[in-house]
């Protein structure tokens, strides 16, 4: 869906990183769909672009000095904040972000997220021990807690010759992103706000997603068609929520578009099950939207298996099960979703499976309706609920049925 941005008051931020370059880009699309924009930026981000291709692009006057006379007024960075639906600050370096997390207001754009009271997207850029380092990561922690949608940054070549994760998504990645935002934001979403609405703010929620993959020998594997969609579609609703997400992924064609608070890959049904089960303990609630294997090579060859025999017998075991772990263990107050995907006795199976496993929620889809299942970005789904209640919903995209699942499942959650 395009156009979400249109007639929106955008503030782009700029600090000082290389990725500036593809911001002006950004500029320029966020003003093509319809956005009006207003640039600030750091006096590093002048070091990568100038103030005339920012004044060119958004068609505003810069606002890079505090105490310049050129500006609109004595207290631009307030006239910003209150101009503004939403700020994106990219790139966001190191030193921004934490500036942003310390309160730090020593220039024109940290001074302005000072002021600013709604919501605010943010793109971190640098290299990648700079990412990773804890400073950065615990600043990163502490502005998505105030509500701060945090992009993830993409893998690649960094300018300084590094490959890894710390790069810019591109301009177009980016204009997703904020029409996404613009698309789930209720008007009034301020930052640091969204808890009083939201069951979720701050609940840890479990989220498995993606195939899982069982070698059979060092070349070949047995998995499944999931593409992981539906678990990035409850990533980013609940991240939009102000969940803190511990996402347990297979391997999975796509990726969410906010860094979930903690990111587990895994590639095996043993591995997703030891992930979830050393977390489940901590958590409030979990959604197990993984397809994961039922059975995976009983022995798994240490070299290439030879077609040497014209009958070849792989020998299968039962993996564990994730969702009977969890509902066995879960205590007083914790929430457990499961799916069913199911081709015949639809509904009296997944009655069976919600008390078999001790869910709150399954999520029934069928392979029998068209449009539902793996590898499609609808699905028709029905809550069969812990308390006897079946609610089959119409067609919908992924990310519409993740948002109905999160707001279902308060519904469930004890008083
Ligand atoms: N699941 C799990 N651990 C496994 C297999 C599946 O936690 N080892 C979870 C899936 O993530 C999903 C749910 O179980 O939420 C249902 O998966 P599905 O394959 O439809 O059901 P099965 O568990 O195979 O059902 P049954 O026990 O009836 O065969």
Redesign the pocket.
């Known amino acids: 869906m395009n156009g979400s941005v249109q007639g929106k008051k955008v503030v782009v931020g700029l600090s000082g990183g290389i990725a500036a370059y593809k911001t002006l880009t950004l500029i320029r699309l966020l003003v093509k769909n319809g956005a009006e924009v207003k640039c600030v930026c750091t006096p590093s981000a002048l070091e990568f672009v100038t103030p005339l291709a920012l004044e060119t692009l958004s068609g505003y006057p810069l606002y890079s000095d505090l105490f310049s006379s050129r500006n609109e007024s004595k207290t631009a960075h307030v006239g910003y904040a209150d101009w503004a639906d939403l700020m994106v600050v990219a790139p966001a370096s190191a030193n921004t972000i934490a500036k942003f997390a310390h309160g730090i207001a020593d220039n024109a754009l940290t001074t302005l997220f000072n002021a600013f009271d709604k919501t605010v997207v943010l793109a971190p850029a640098m290299n990648t021990r700079m990412y990773k380092h804890p400073a950065t990561q615990s600043n990163l922690d502490m502005l998505r807690q105030w509500g701060v949608k945090v992009v993830a940054p993409a893998s690649g070549a960094l300018a300084c010759g590094a490959q890894g994760e710390g790069r810019m998504p591109e301009p177009e990645t980016l204009l997703a992103y904020t029409e996404w935002v613009c698309r789930h934001l209720p008007e009034s979403s301020p930052l640091g706000k969204p808890q009083e609405s939201s069951y979720y703010t701050g609940r840890k929620v479990l989220l ?1 997603a993606g195939p899982t993959v069982e070698p059979i020998d060092p070349v070949r594997y047995l998995s499944n068609h999931s593409s992981g969609l539906m678990g990035c579609c409850l990533a980013d609703e609940l991240s939009l929520r102000g969940a803190e997400v511990y996402y347990v992924t297979g391997p999975a064609r796509v990726r969410p578009h906010f860094a979930p608070y903690r990111l587990i890959p895994v590639q095996t ?1 043993g591995e ?2 030891e992930a ?1 089960v050393s977390l489940w303990p901590d958590m409030d609630a979990a ?8 059975y995976a090579p009983a022995v798994v060859s240490g070299q290439k298996i030879k077609k040497d025999s014209d009958l070849l017998c792989l020998e299968l075991k ?9 509902g066995n263990e879960k205590r007083k107050g914790q929430l457990l ?6 081709t015949e006795n639809e509904l009296e ?1 997944a009655e ?2 919600l008390k ?2 001790n869910a709150d929620l ?2 029934l889809n069928s392979l029998r309706n068209p449009g539902a299942g793996f590898a499609v970005a609808t699905n028709q789904v029905t809550f069969v609920d812990r308390k006897g209640r079946v609610e089959s919903l119409a067609l919908k995209t992924k990310e519409e049925v993740a948002s109905d699942i999160l707001d279902y499942l308060p519904s469930l959650a004890e008083s």
């Open positions: 498995t049904a997703m099950y979830a959604i197990l939207s993984a397809a994961v294997a039922d039962k993996t564990q099960d994730i969702l009977a772990r969890l979703v499961g799916f069913a995907l199911e199976n069976s499976k078999r496993k399954i999520v």
